[in-house]
């Protein structure tokens, strides 16, 4: 019994202290600039004559973070990105939930691919409020780190919202957002 305890702690030692983990938290806040271009279609079935289509530039503040794992380099986890843009004159705020994978090499570059698949965007013009829900779609992004704890990260998003909200409900809206962000980051490891 004396051998079999020994046998058992030389071997909870052993593999104890066998691999230094390298997992960690990553909570990494996120500022930036947002440009792009949103193309809104507009359907009218009642009177097809004035069905219109738009495309407008947009630019503005981008804020929010990521929250995820990392080990050895490779990442996982979720992020949130709120906008505040200018689209010719008129005010368009985003909220995009979604997820990330990436992996940071050794030579202070990180590369990572994600899906939104939850966004929301209210387009106020001064004669009315359009609310876009159920945005989906990709985003890329490349990431330089400038500091030991600062990124530099450009990021490519392309968001189509499948439902809206407009309050005379006799016309049937689709809008896909398109936009680069260039932004600071902040990631900490814990």
């Known amino acids: 019994m004396k051998k079999i305890s020994r046998l058992v702690l030389l071997l909870a030692l052993a ?8 997992a960690a938290l990553l909570i990494e806040p996120v500022v930036g600039y947002s440009f792009g271009k949103g193309t809104l279609d507009m359907t009218v079935p009642a009177a097809p004559a004035t069905n219109t289509s738009a495309t407008r530039s947009s630019n503005g503040s981008s804020y929010g973070g990521r929250l995820g794992y990392q080990n050895f380099g490779f990442q996982l986890g979720l992020d949130y990105l709120a906008s505040s843009m200018k689209v010719s004159g ?4 985003t ?15 990180r590369v990572y691919a994600g899906y939104v698949f939850s966004g929301t965007g209210t387009l106020a013009t001064s004669t009315q409020d359009y ?30 919202y499948k439902e809206m909200d407009i ?9 896909d ?14």
């Open 15 to 22: 593999l104890g202290h066998s691999v230094e983990s390298q």
């Open 95 to 109: 909220s995009e939930f979604g997820g990330f994978v990436g992996y940071e090499f050794p030579i202070l570059f």
């Open 90 to 93: 008129d005010s368009f705020k």
């Open 167 to 175: 309050s005379n409900g006799l016309a049937t809206l689709k809008m």
């Open 131 to 160: 609310n876009f829900k159920n945005g989906t779609g990709p985003k890329v992004g490349l990431g330089f780190t400038l500091l030991p704890l600062l990124d530099l990260n450009i990021e490519y998003r392309s968001i189509a």
């Open 177 to 190: 957002y398109n936009a680069v962000m260039v932004g600071l980051s902040l990631p900490f490891t814990l």
